[in-house]
């Protein structure tokens, strides 16, 4: 008897052995799962997604068409990767030179909820706090802020996001409340954090 997946993998995706797939989770076409992934529940990945060897997802990931996630990147729970964005793993390439191995992967870290929107490239070695809002096309070359929303190249903080992804404008005394995720947020000199 033929084992039931509990998620979907189109007949046109690749997984390989030793990759573990979480619940709900659906793969589209053209998709390569390299080996030692690690994939949480209900995320989705769009046509053409490749995600290497030993890269974990968290859950509720939404990955969409044509992004490669390299070893050395991971996504935490509900982050967006928006069409074409991409992720490096090594801050010097050289085919002559090649740097081959885990040994070399300099490790990018997106934390909860972060979006990084169409085309935008995210130079390894950094963090994406959470939920922050990367804009399309931009170069992230630096860590990001929790809530953050960054823009150009290189990409820079132009205003603060809620959890939801609205807009905050902050009162006089730094207070800004989100009808979407219900929730006050405080401008600090650090940044901004959820009351």
């Known amino acids: ?79 967006f990767c928006g069409p074409s964005m991409v992720f490096t793993n090594i801050l010097d390439p050289r085919c002559k030179y090649p740097q081959v191995g885990a040994k070399y992967y300099i490790k990018t870290l997106v934390k909860e909820g972060a979006s990084i929107g169409a085309n935008a490239t995210i130079v390894c070695g950094h963090t994406l706090g959470k939920h922050c809002m990367i804009g399309a096309g931009s170069v992230v070359t630096k860590d990001v802020p929790d809530y953050a929303l960054v823009i150009g190249n290189p990409g820079r903080v132009v205003g603060w996001v809620s959890e939801a992804g609205k807009k905050l404008r902050f009162d006089e005394k730094g207070k800004a409340f989100c009808e979407k995720s219900e929730k006050t947020y405080t401008l600090t000199d650090n940044g901004v954090v959820s009351d």
């Open 1 to 79: 008897m033929e084992e039931k997946l509990n998620y979907y993998i189109n007949e046109y995706a690749v997984v390989d052995e030793n990759v573990v797939i979480g619940e709900g989770t659906k793969i589209w076409h053209f998709s390569h799962i390299q080996s030692g992934s690690r994939i949480g529940k209900k995320c989705v990945f769009g046509q053409n997604v490749n995600v290497g060897n030993n890269v974990t997802i968290g859950n509720y990931c939404k990955i969409q068409n044509n992004v490669s996630i390299y070893e050395g990147v991971t996504l935490e729970d509900y982050v």
